[in-house]
């Protein structure tokens, strides 16, 4: 796999509490640079980002993030405004706690109303792998699947955990045909980059990635 098919899958990433207008347009610039999927961003920023990359580059936020736990009202709300504000994915949490509780008829209404206030703009649906038992993560594929999202994702990685290999080839196992998944969370070289795309990941969200490759020869293998 050469260095750009791994770029083409990758949600260049940045969503620590402390990032500023500053480190976002470096996020932005590296991403139009090197022609990854998308920038993911905080919603404060998605305005600016939008009219600064000026369409060479697809702008994505994150709903209810990262605990995933507010009200159903208040994440429709964040994706209206994110749209509005020219975002073009979206990638939601989930509430843990109504999949702990069993409520996974919640969980689905939620991802449905958040599906419709998308208004046609991918959606990605974060499960956060590493709370979940393997019953509930088969689950969660099953409600994703019905949902009508994108895309499945493991992981905030702000949690206990990101990515793993097991947890992509479980949800590549269990969701239906048309769902895509991501991997998100701690994906930290080259090697497990590739490991997750063959596992059937058709998105990585990562910030190390661009680091790692700048200096690698297409012609080399990456």
């Known amino acids: 796999m050469n260095k750009q098919e791994i770029l083409s899958k990758v949600d260049h990433t940045l ?14 610039d590296e991403g139009v640079e090197n022609q990854t999927a998308s920038v993911c961003i905080p919603p404060c920023y998605v305005k600016r980002a939008k009219e600064y990359v000026q369409g060479k580059a697809a702008v994505c936020t994150v709903i209810g993030f990262p ?3 507010m009200t159903t009202a208040s994440k429709v709300f964040e994706t209206e405004d994110a749209v509005k504000n020219g975002a073009d994915e979206i990638d939601m949490v989930i509430n843990v706690g109504d999949v702990k509780a069993g409520d996974y008829d919640k969980v689905l209404v939620e991802i449905k109303a958040i599906k419709e206030a998308c208004c046609g703009k991918l959606l990605k649906v974060i499960i956060e792998t590493c709370l979940l ?5 088969i689950k969660m594929c099953e409600v994703v699947s019905e949902s009508g999202a994108d895309y499945i994702k493991t992981s905030t990685g702000f949690s206990t955990g990101g990515a793993t290999f097991a947890d992509v080839k ?38 190390r990635l661009i680091p790692l490759l700048k200096n690698v020869d297409c012609g080399s293998g990456y």
Do not use: P, Y
């Open 67 to 69: 605990n995933g736990n």
């Open 15 to 28: 969503l620590k509490q402390t990032a500023t207008w500053e480190q976002i347009k470096v996020i932005c």
């Open 133 to 137: 038992t393997e019953e509930e993560k």
């Open 170 to 207: 479980l949800m590549r196992e269990h969701v239906a045909s048309h769902v895509k998944v991501k991997a998100a969370g701690g994906i930290s070289s080259v090697a497990d980059a590739e490991e997750f795309i063959a596992l059937g990941a058709e998105r990585l969200g990562t910030s």
